[in-house]
């Protein structure tokens, strides 16, 4: 009998990975008319610094030029855009005051914050890393100029790309405005047709994982496009106030489906197509037509059908619901718009976020390290050209970013095939009679490639790679292409023995931190539906709902990384994964709870409620804080309910999870 063949390690097969994406073109011109344009101006003036440093900072805000509404690009093109600036300042700054190796220590200070910053989110995480390499090559780059002169060219180049994605758009669509917003409201209810059509088979909890990204898509540029208005001061208008009813429909809609899939029995084709309707009438500015006809065959459909007459309803309506009246504003003193500003990023930033906490003082002591290590051995190999060896070390340690192995491994490929396609290019070119315009023709065929290239890590590095030596190459230093694969070589070594020392590359750390935040979020979520008052506006329960299923998918983010990472045989890492699949069944049981009490089930007394969200507490104490051996023994004791079944599948996922909490 001939042997099964065995499936590639995780970590072995993670390199190879390839993202499925459709094109994106309007990224793709953008990036054509950022770097190689700006590079030929500063050629052909003669300026030849500005003309490096403003396509630098168009690379940089071209990775981040990803797709979603104008305001998602200001913040997640803006944010980073400034941290740039402030390293380009910081570096050259450096640079001018003669450092040498006082750099080293800067760059472990800097290193630090960019690392233990990764904790708060994907856009801050993206912010520290292109300010600790701006940093770097601010000090290293031997580049003519003042600091802030350098500093107002980088941000000039984001702003410029910035100002194209702002400026060149396409046609308004038949659907009228808000053009962005109404599309991430679509894809919502597109991925909520396409999770009622799993149910009941084994791609219904992806489809859930899917609907929930939609949600925090859709909800991130609603909240984006609120935030702006009331730093305006500007009145909602009507088509806005329209938009966030349809979506605070598609909300109760999405919570209604998970509990039918928490069914888990197949559903009718025509129950699916509803939701459709709902995205083409988003797009269209139709009315959705007919819908799915009702049927009470349990407490979920019966719920699944009001919820499906409401969004009907929010749909039919022509003119926004009357909006509760503000006290005016003799009553109150208004905030100024840049104190509503931070009071949005502090409530963003959630507890256990923080650069002190144990997860962000890992994170940023693992980056930290390797920069300083990184720069140290190239100022001891080559100190009038040391950069390139820590920005490598930069783009790979970052803990958030994916599995270190991978990204090495890819990192040294794309730099390898970068470096041969850039020789090959100039030689090319410089035969066809290019002359000194060659860099600029790289550089903006590079900028055409990065948008695509976010689909691997290697061809994103290849991107990299040609436009950064046609950065170095009018900036003076034409020889650097064969060295940049030796400093890649060592720099990548450094990572990989750095990024696995025992403490910093502890998962229990690392990944516990997020599933006992998601697993406290998921507590205050079913504290809320087992004492809320039969008839209470939902309003509440379906923001905490929001809040628990985004901190589950971030754990299952962090746990799937740490699925993919390179383990020693004696690293016994707890199954991270299964217990996030527990965490989020969890989250699925409680909103079928709501379901079922909303329709008259019978409530938990208060000891049997406060029993499970204590087992709940207990279980997020265990995963939070590893290092307490007590925190899973003080948990109650829980009993099955004959009379709840939701509540005891509850109670079984909470007993699982108690077993993975003793492994932690």
């Not at 990944?511 to 979020?521: I, N, T």
Request: proline share 8%.
């Amino acid at each position: 009998m001939p042997r099964a063949p065995r499936a590639l390690p995780a970590w072995l097969a993670h390199p190879f990975r390839w993202q499925r994406l459709p094109v994106p073109w309007p990224a793709v011109a953008r990036g054509a008319l950022c770097a190689g344009p700006l590079l030929a101006a500063g050629i052909a003036t003669g300026h030849l610094a500005a003309g490096v440093l403003t396509g630098l900072g168009s690379m940089l805000a071209g990775v981040n030029d990803r797709p979603g509404t104008r305001r998602t690009g200001i913040v997640h093109i803006g944010l980073p855009a400034l941290a740039s600036a402030l390293g380009i300042l910081l570096g050259a700054t450096l640079q001018a005051a003669g450092a040498d190796w006082w750099t080293v220590p800067a760059l472990f200070a800097v290193g630090y914050v960019s690392g233990a910053g990764s904790v708060a989110g994907p856009v801050r995480s993206t912010a520290g890393m292109q300010m600790l390499a701006t940093t770097i090559l601010g000090a290293g780059m031997p580049l003519p100029g003042a600091p802030w002169e350098k500093a107002l060219y980088v941000l000039a180049g984001c702003l410029w790309l910035l100002l194209l994605r702002l400026v060149l758009r396409p046609p308004r669509p038949a659907g009228g405005a808000l053009s962005g917003e109404r599309a991430a409201v679509a894809a919502v209810f597109d991925a909520l047709a396409d999770a009622l059509g799993a149910a009941g088979g084994p791609g219904a909890e992806p489809a859930r994982r899917r609907l929930t990204a939609a949600l925090d898509r859709a909800d991130e540029a609603l909240r984006l496009r609120r935030l702006t208005r009331g730093l305006l001061r500007r009145p909602a208008r009507t088509e806005e106030l329209l938009l966030a009813g349809r979506f605070a429909a598609g909300t109760a809609l999405c919570e209604a489906a998970v509990a039918l899939l928490w069914e888990a029995r197949p559903l009718p084709s025509r129950v699916a197509q509803s939701p459709r309707r709902f995205a083409d009438a988003l797009r269209s500015g139709r009315p959705p037509g007919r819908l799915s006809a009702p049927e009470s065959s349990s407490a979920a459909r019966g719920a699944f059908d009001r919820a499906l007459l409401d969004a009907a309803v929010a749909f039919a309506r022509t003119e926004p619901l009357p909006q509760p009246d503000r006290p005016a504003s003799g009553d109150t003193e208004r905030p100024s718009p840049a104190r509503r500003a931070l009071g949005v990023i502090a409530r963003r930033t959630r507890p256990g976020r923080g650069l002190l906490e144990p997860a962000g003082r890992d994170y940023g002591l693992r980056v930290a390290l390797c920069i300083t290590a990184s720069a140290a051995v190239a100022l001891l190999l080559r100190a009038d050209h040391w950069y390139w060896l820590p920005v490598t070390a930069t783009f790979l340690v970052k803990p958030d970013l994916g599995p270190l192995f991978s990204r090495t491994v890819n990192r040294f490929a794309g730099t390898v095939a970068g470096v041969l396609i850039f020789a090959a290019a100039g030689q090319l070119l410089t035969w066809s009679g290019a002359g000194a315009w060659w860099p600029a023709a790289v550089a903006g065929a590079g900028g055409a490639l990065l948008p695509f290239a976010t689909r691997h890590f290697a061809l994103q590095t290849v991107a990299i790679t040609v436009m950064v030596l046609s950065f170095v190459h009018v900036g003076g230093d034409p020889q650097a292409a064969a060295e940049r694969i030796v400093d890649t070589s060592i720099a990548c070594g450094i990572v990989l023995v750095v990024g696995h020392l025992p403490r910093l590359a502890d998962s229990r750390r690392r990944v516990g931190q997020r599933v006992g935040a998601a697993l406290r979020a998921t507590e205050r979520f079913l504290r809320h539906v087992l004492r809320s008052a039969p008839g209470q506006d939902p309003t509440e329960r379906l923001a905490l709902r929001r809040a628990a299923y985004r901190a589950l998918a971030e754990a299952r983010t962090a746990a799937e990384t740490a699925a993919a990472e390179l383990r020693t045989a004696r690293d016994r890492d707890p199954d991270w994964l299964t217990a996030v699949t527990a965490a989020e069944r969890i989250a699925d049981a409680a909103t079928a709870c709501a379901v079922r009490l909303d329709h008259g089930a019978r409530r938990p007394t208060p000891e049997e409620a406060e029993r499970l969200c204590r087992a709940l507490s207990a279980m997020a104490d265990a995963f939070g804080h590893p290092r307490r051996r007590d925190t899973g023994a003080t948990a109650p004791a829980l009993r099955a309910d004959p009379d709840c079944a939701t509540l005891t599948d509850v109670a079984a996922e909470l007993e699982r999870l108690r077993g993975y909490a003793g492994t932690v």
